[in-house]
């Protein structure tokens, strides 16, 4: 059963960086792609970048300045590290694969609030 | 990026009855169009990709079709369970991007 799940801090200070992790199980970051999408409270889905099975990243270009997205193949994990932070980034950040035409299973999410 | 203008933004209906919600891209996506319904609380789940493709385990009431830059999931029979928002996303052009979601009310 394919599962990921991700951790992390629940609160940034503004101008701090943010540093998550999904965890994922069932599946092999070297064949499986991974994203990471956020979602602020009561608001739409945003796409933030991928990490590919080849480890190649892409970025949403409106916050590409201030992502990275990294892995650890050996101990299953995705990272994510955003700078900058700002009160408009709080939101529920998801990793999620990229499957066969979507984007499949989701994880849990993790809340991250951005205040001081 | 691609514009998806996804309507309406809130929809009441009664068990049983079928609706429809609807996107359009700001350009020709080519069916890379998928649908998800996220419960409060929940993480989104995949119903529909490549624009008609029903992901495994999902009840048949569940249907996508559309071409071009016109999209529309379908939902037939509506049950208490189908409460939820529900989502588009195009990813023909990166960045991938949603739609703003439909909330679906059961009377």
């Known amino acids: 059963q394919v599962q990921l799940k991700e951790s992390g801090p629940g609160l940034v200070q503004p101008s701090q960086t943010l540093s998550l992790t999904c965890t994922v199980s069932?599946?092999?970051?070297?064949?499986?792609?991974v994203s990471w999408i956020r979602q602020p409270p009561g608001k739409g889905l945003e796409w933030m970048g991928v990490i590919w099975s080849n480890g190649g990243t892409d970025y949403n270009s409106a916050i590409k300045s201030r992502l990275s997205i990294s892995r650890d193949t050996s101990k299953s994990q995705v990272f994510l590290k955003m700078n900058s932070l700002q009160t408009e980034d709080t939101a529920m950040y998801f990793c999620a694969r990229r499957s066969y035409g979507g984007y499949s299973p989701w994880g849990q999410g993790v809340m991250v609030t951005v205040s001081s | 990026d691609i514009q998806m203008t996804q309507s309406p933004a809130s929809l009441s209906a009664s068990l049983g009855e079928t609706v429809s919600i609807e996107c359009l891209a700001s350009?020709?996506?080519?069916?890379?169009l998928a649908w998800y319904q996220q419960k409060p609380g929940k993480s989104p789940q995949l119903l529909i990709y490549y624009a008609s493709s029903l992901q495994d385990g999902v009840p048949s009431r569940f249907s996508g079709s559309g071409s071009g830059t016109q999209y529309s999931l379908k939902i037939n029979s509506l049950e208490s369970e189908d409460a939820a928002t529900y989502f588009c996303?195009?990813?023909?052009?990166?960045?991938?991007?949603f739609g703003g979601g439909t909330k679906l009310e059961l009377k």
């Open positions: 996303l195009q990813d023909s052009e990166y960045p991938p991007t």
């Open positions: 350009e020709d996506i080519y069916n890379n």
């Open positions: 069932g599946l092999s970051l070297t064949s499986n792609s």
